[in-house]
């Protein structure tokens, strides 16, 4: 067990009758890559800007490098890089203005002379686009500049919120070897996102349903303590129809629809021809679809414990 960077205990945020984060509690390890996954409206925004001392928490605590957050939220922001949904970049200054005025505001003495810009430049891909006005780069591009203006002090702590939302998948999987390069450097790296893909890449997760957690621990781990039973996906043209039929079925623990698959956990001990030879006697002969066994990803996961958690109405994990 490493040392934790940040401590969070308790914390609660509530806007009226709404609590957006309800009573949560975790810890982070220094130098690790860890991640706050939820839907949309889960809390995982509210969570991290109280984090970076940028909302007041209406109960509980926190702590980072061994700062109350809630007491000295001026001196945790010295200690943290922050990248917003919006990548709050200005659009009518070049990549190096926005680079020089974003360390300027964290006193960054990197981005002072255009040869520590240079560097910080050249670690995230951009040599070349210094002088690119930051309206005209494209987003997968706009989301690396986001990216160096929020290191340019080289903080002990990186909040991204979402930095991948928007983008297409080959500036989301460059973007995430930059977001490991920073952490084998040293970097503790906290990142929010709705996609489960995304948080195969982090040490640790979170996984955050109406402002609660209701699973922790790292992706594998989860996967083997949560998902028990064999996982088979089912695809295609007969497989929309198995839905209708699966729901009163003792041997099926879960399904879910994934695109025009379905994915289907079954108790213990079932094979593919098992499998196979059930759905034929529930769906008929006439019915065309594959059956594959798979492992199990982190979306059967959030599926299976937000499926249990609404129905049991509590945290289980």
Sequence with gaps: MGEHIIEVNSLVKRFGDFTAVDNVSFSVERGSLFGLLGANGAGKTTLIRMLCGLMIADAGSASLAGIDVLKNPEEVKKRIGYMSQRFSLYRDLTADENLEFFGGLYGSRDTVGAAGRSRIFDSVGLTGMENTLAGDLPG?????????????????VLFLDEPTAGVDPVSRRRFWDLIHERAEEGTTVVVTTHYLDEAEYCNDIVLMHSGRIVADGGPDEMKRRIISGPVFEISGSGASFLESVLEDESWVVEFSLFGDS?????????????????LLTLAGKTQDFSIERITPSLEDVFLRIIDQSESEGEEII
Excluded: F
Aim: aromatic fraction near 0%.
């Design 140 to 156: 997968g591009i706009s989301q690396r500049l986001a990216l160096a203006c929020a290191v340019s002090h080289n903080p002990a």
């Design 262 to 278: 379905i994915h289907i956990q079954t108790v213990e001990g079932m094979d593919s021809e098992g499998v196979k030879t059930r």
